[in-house]
T-cell receptor
Framework: QKEVEQDPGPLSVPEGAIVSLNCTYSNSAFQYFMWYRQYSRKGPELLMYTYSSGNKEDGRFTAQVDKSSKYISLFIRDSQPSDSATYLCAMSPKWGGADGLTFGKGTHLIIQP | EAQVTQNPRYLITVTGKKLTVTCSQNMNHEYMSWYRQDPGLGLRQIYYSMNVEVTDKGDVPEGYKVSRKEKRNFPLILESPSPNQTSLYFC???????????FGPGTRLTVL
C-alpha cells in the first residue's frame, strides 16, 4: 500500500462548479497536510496547509482533514478557468523538520469555460 | 524577488555525456532538494542538503551526484546520463525539509 494515494484525473468540470480533490494516506504520524498547485510548465507552489484535523478556509479554497479516516480534501468554490492546474497533496509528521514531505502524485484539474 | 532559479530550463543530450543542472536560491534557506517528476510516479526526491557540505540521499539517488559548497547553490550532476533519467527536474529550497518548499521553474531533460 502506497503511503499517499491521489487520483491522477484528469478531472474536468464546468466553470462555477464546486471541485473536490482528495488524498488518502496510511501513516498515522502525519500531522501537517499541504496542498500544492502546479501550473503547466511551472514548479509547484504551496496553496494551503493545515495542522491535524479540521478545516481551514482561504477565499474560495477550503482544506479539510479527517485524521480518523486518514483522508484529506481540498474544495474549490466558484471554480475558474485559472484554477486549471495539477494539485498535489503533501504530508509530514513535523513542520520544518528534517523528515521530508510525502507527496501524492497529483490530480490534473481542468475547468471548462 | 525571492526565488529559486534553475539552468538550463531545457536540455537534450546523449547517453554518457556528463551534465550539470544548476540551482540557486536567494532566500538564505538552509535546506535544498532535488526532485524528479515523472508521469504516473509523481514527485520523487533525489538528494537533499541540510547545509553547506551536508548532503543526503533521497528516494531515488542512483545515477546522480550533488554538492553544496555555498549556501545558495546546489547543482545536480549526472556523470553518465542514461535514457531512464529523461524527466522533469525541480530544485527546491526551504527552511526545513518538511515545511514549505519553494520550487524552481523546472528543467526538462531528455537523454537520447
Amino acid at each position: 500500500q502506497k503511503e499517499v494515494e491521489q487520483d491522477p484525473g484528469p478531472l474536468s468540470v464546468p466553470e462555477g462548479a464546486i471541485v473536490s480533490l482528495n488524498c488518502t494516506y496510511s501513516n498515522s504520524a502525519f500531522q501537517y497536510f499541504m496542498w500544492y498547485r502546479q501550473y503547466s510548465r511551472k514548479g509547484p507552489e504551496l496553496l494551503m496547509y493545515t495542522y491535524s484535523s479540521g478545516n481551514k478556509e482561504d477565499g474560495r479554497f477550503t482544506a479539510q482533514v479527517d485524521k480518523s479516516s486518514k483522508y484529506i480534501s481540498l474544495f474549490i468554490r466558484d471554480s475558474q478557468p485559472s484554477d486549471s492546474a495539477t494539485y498535489l497533496c503533501a504530508m509530514s509528521p513535523k513542520w520544518g523538520g528534517a523528515d521530508g514531505l510525502t507527496f501524492g502524485k497529483g490530480t490534473h484539474l481542468i475547468i471548462q469555460p | 524577488e525571492a526565488q529559486v532559479t534553475q539552468n538550463p530550463r531545457y536540455l537534450i543530450t546523449v547517453t554518457g555525456k556528463k551534465l550539470t543542472v544548476t540551482c540557486s536560491q536567494n532566500m538564505n534557506h538552509e535546506y535544498m532538494s532535488w526532485y524528479r517528476q515523472d508521469p504516473g510516479l509523481g514527485l520523487r526526491q533525489i538528494y537533499y542538503s541540510m547545509n553547506v557540505e551536508v548532503t543526503d540521499k533521497g528516494d531515488v539517488p542512483e545515477g546522480y551526484k550533488v554538492s553544496r559548497k555555498e549556501k545558495r547553490n546546489f547543482p545536480l550532476i549526472l556523470e553518465s546520463p542514461s535514457p531512464n533519467q529523461t524527466s522533469l527536474y525541480f530544485c527546491a529550497s526551504s527552511l526545513g525539509l518538511s515545511g514549505e518548499q519553494f520550487f524552481g521553474p523546472g528543467t526538462r531533460l531528455t537523454v537520447l
